[in-house]
């Protein structure tokens, strides 16, 4: 059904905005909706964490509204003496309500704009939150960054990793922010814009929308229900096309140490009846050893020396149905010779007084490859089609995309302070367009942690990045579900995480219990895939010790057992954006208490899945909407409310509904 047309009612003083009966702005000269001013950005890098402070020299509230009336929208002169700003309302070629502002004045470089609210609003989205999943009553700065190590300035974890490298983070710090929020008023609102962003939504009657540039555009649009309103987003954003089939025929084990290694380990796996589809080896290109623990060497080339005969092996597994994956980012270490052909090509990002920039990444230095250059873009993607796809890869981990210093400078000639958010986008496009003009697309995967406005289109598949291997709920376990959700909420339906975890640092270390439980967890994604973490010797691992691995063939199994029931998901998720994990109130819209939960989610239309995220727990409370609901693993039916049932290693809170067409495939489950 078309879009309505925006409404303008004057005021004696001002005017109010509607589109589809909700409104969007309101304006008085006692309660302006937009402001301008004039800063100066004070951005340091320090190994992809970022100090943002604002040099503010003014901001104006511009208090009077000239109206114009053009075609069929309108056009609106904001002033304030002789400080103006412009306002034109209309929509695009959809239908979409359509904001374009701009300031009159070329030194103003910042805006403020107030979107109408209610007090009982919910807000979702913003890109990949792990703190928060609805948004209301903070707010939240849009910059893809490190995610942090802790990323509660309460929590101890965080205070040391401040005081090391001020990497402690906090709870909005995020690999893939997204100028777009979907409200419970059922529309979204997303911005084209690329520079720094604050979102605030601490107000109880309106949302706060700053820019740290001269203009800003708008989208808005509504839906009756919040699976059409996904759709329509999803429309505008692009969607993930469907994963390769071999996804859903096992783990993907990380592995590093060479040939005979993933070898030895494939085959430790397999013969304790794990279902293993690929091998994830990203030390390929070979290993630099830090304080901070095993790197990869940045130098996309397969290093002979650890993996002999790898081409051979590759072909060998691929027969056998197992992948191999590999590993690569848009850098190249400094003291390598693909540094040193890019920048004898002048492929690199240049300083200020134009030699190429090289970025330290802890212990070891990188140069940028300038993705905004044409023939550099080309150059890294015959890197990526020569080097990965030419081996035999059946994909690989697409990392980072958030170290774009800002004072870095670029072919395309535009400020690294815009591009900076764009750049992870760009990344994901650029891998993209190497499947798919190999003819590899829908059979080889790569996945990322940092993205923006366009990896929806370009990203086959994220991860969640680099959680500690701990059970806080802001860097461990618990808080991939908000994340998913949250990324869900913004266009992207795909996702998962390492298993156990990643980040090891200030004495953790991976429990059996923890990397269990992450395990139970990750069967009732899309994708399941482990990882040793940055200190491989400090973790527990898949294989250290009988009973691992036996858990390990038992949740593999669970998860390709329902293979057909994720893979219907994901094609669903490819037809019209509805993610694979999704909040409880897409279908339970009338359900009060499903919009604040944030820590379980529905996998696909008929699976409710609450994972156990703290320690020592042999039971687990949830909260079921209204509906049949058949507990997978003793066939009880409960019929909504708080619950509390056993929850064992092995047996995840995990609800099916009894109607459910897929209902004797989750039977199965009970005889696993």
């Not at 970022?50 to 309108?74: H, M």
């Not at 701009?102 to 989205?125: C, M, Q, T, V």
């Not at 790898?310 to 848009?330: C, F, H, M, S």
């Not at 509906?627 to 509390?644: C, F, L, N, Q």
């Amino acid at each position: 059904m078309a879009s309505q047309y925006p409404e303008l009612l004057l005021l004696d003083d001002g005017f109010a905005l509607s589109f589809e009966h909700r409104l969007i702005l309101r304006h008085t000269r006692q309660a302006p909706c937009l402001w301008i001013g004039t800063g100066e950005a004070d951005i340091e890098m320090f190994r992809g964490n970022f100090s943002i402070k604002d040099k503010l020299n003014e901001k104006i509230a511009l208090t009077d509204a000239s109206v114009t009336k053009q075609g069929a929208g309108w056009t609106i002169r904001f002033s304030r003496g002789e400080t103006t700003a412009t306002l034109h309302i209309g929509q695009d070629d959809t239908g979409r309500l359509q904001l374009k502002l701009h300031n009159d004045n070329a030194s103003h470089n910042r805006i403020w704009l107030r979107l109408a609210a209610k007090p009982e609003d919910h807000i979702y989205g913003c890109g990949e939150q792990f703190s928060y999943f609805d948004l209301r009553g903070k707010p939240f700065p849009l910059w893809t960054s490190e995610q942090g190590v802790g990323r509660n300035k309460k929590s101890h974890v965080t205070w040391l990793a401040d005081c090391k490298e001020n990497a402690g983070g906090d709870y909005y710090w995020t690999f893939f922010p997204q100028p777009t929020f979907v409200s419970t008023q059922k529309y979204y609102c997303h911005v084209d814009n690329s520079g720094y962003m604050n979102f605030d939504f601490s107000d109880p009657e309106f949302h706060e929308l700053a820019f740290w540039e001269d203009n800003a555009t708008l989208r808005f649009e509504c839906a009756e229900t919040y699976v059409d309103l996904l759709e329509k987003l999803t429309a505008l954003l692009g969607r993930q096309p469907e994963l390769p089939d071999w996804v859903y025929d096992g783990v993907t084990l990380g592995v590093q140490g060479g040939t005979e290694v993933c070898q030895q380990k494939l085959d430790t796996m397999r013969n304790g009846g794990v279902k293993v589809n690929g091998i994830w080896a990203q030390d390929w290109s070979g290993i630099r050893m830090t304080s901070f623990g095993k790197r990869v060497m940045w130098n996309w080339k397969w290093n002979q020396e650890l993996y002999p005969q790898l081409d051979e092996r590759i072909a060998q597994w691929k027969r056998e149905g197992v992948q191999y994956l590999t590993y690569i980012n848009p850098y190249v270490a400094s003291d390598r010779d693909l540094c040193a052909e890019a920048a004898k090509r002048g492929y690199l990002t240049k300083d200020a007084q134009g030699n190429d920039y090289h970025v330290e990444f802890g212990e070891f230095y990188a140069g940028v490859v300038d993705l905004t250059n044409p023939e550099a873009y080309e150059w890294f993607k015959g890197v990526i089609k020569q080097n990965l796809i030419g081996l035999g890869c059946g994909g690989w981990m697409a990392d980072f995309g958030e170290y774009l210093p800002t004072d870095t400078f670029l072919r395309n000639g535009i400020s690294a302070e815009i591009m900076h958010n764009a750049w992870p986008a760009l990344w994901a496009k650029c891998n993209y367009e190497a499947l798919e003009e190999t003819g590899k697309l829908g059979e080889t995967l790569f996945f990322m942690r940092a993205g923006y406005t366009g990896s929806q289109k370009h990203s086959l598949m994220m991860w969640a990045g680099d959680q500690n291997v701990d059970w806080s709920l802001d860097d461990g376990l618990a808080s991939v579900v908000p994340a998913a959700l949250s990324l869900g909420m913004t266009g992207h339906g795909l996702h998962h995480s390492d298993i156990g975890g990643y980040t090891t640092l200030f004495e953790m270390k991976r429990s059996k219990e923890l990397l269990l439980r992450w395990c139970d967890f990750n069967a009732f994604t899309p994708m399941m895939r482990t990882h040793e973490g940055n200190r491989p010797g400090d973790n527990w691992q898949f294989d250290s010790d009988a009973d691992t691995i036996t858990h390990f063939a038992r949740m593999t199994t669970v998860f390709t057992t329902l293979k057909p029931y994720i893979k219907q998901a994901v094609a669903q998720n490819a037809k019209s954006g509805l993610p694979v994990m999704r909040p409880l109130f897409l279908h339970y819209e009338d359900d009060a208490r499903t919009y604040d939960l944030k820590y379980q989610y529905l996998f696909g239309r008929d699976v409710l899945v609450a994972p156990v995220h703290e320690q020592g727990r042999s039971d687990w409370t949830v909260y079921l909407p209204q509906d049949s609901w058949i507990h997978a693993w003793t066939g009880k039916e409960y019929r909504g409310g708080e619950v509390t049932v056993a929850a064992p290693l092995g047996q995840p809170p995990v609800f099916y509904r009894a109607h459910s067409e897929w209902q004797p495939l989750f039977a199965q489950l009970r005889a696993l």
